[in-house]
């Protein structure tokens, strides 16, 4: 078991910059990556940025890449989203999440065992 807690988020003008975090708790030793994703009111939820929890190596949406920054620190088992230059379709609650264990298939599109319950960004135009 994985327990994800986020903080962070709220309101910001367009242009304005935000950070958002996520600390794991519990089997944190089994991680194989995390990732944040993004739900926007009447849209499906979508992939933002991922990390591998050993190594360090990320990947980003093409919507956020140059503007989002994922980066963690494992010995606080934390990850963090520095998000610049945010944008009005960037608002949306902004979800943590891990997955345990090898995957072959690229981060956005891993099977996430464990989930945050979300925070929200607000991006005002």
């Known amino acids: 078991q994985v327990q994800l807690v986020e903080s962070g988020g709220g309101l910001v003008q367009a242009g304005g910059s935000l950070s958002v975090s996520c600390a794991a708790s519990g089997h944190t030793l089994s991680i194989y990556v995390m990732g944040w994703f993004r739900q926007a009111p009447g849209k499906d939820r979508e992939f933002v940025a991922a990390i591998r929890w050993s190594g360090g190596t990320t990947s980003y949406s093409d919507s956020v890449k140059g503007r989002f920054t994922i980066s963690r620190v494992n010995a606080k088992n934390t990850m963090y989203l520095q998000m610049n230059s945010l944008k009005p379709e960037d608002t949306a609650v902004y979800y943590c999440?891990?997955?345990?264990?090898?995957?072959?298939?690229?981060?956005?599109?891993?099977?996430?065992?464990?989930w945050g319950q979300g925070t929200q960004v607000t991006v005002s135009s």
């Open positions: 999440a891990a997955r345990l264990g090898y995957s072959a298939h690229a981060m956005g599109n891993m099977t996430y065992n464990y």
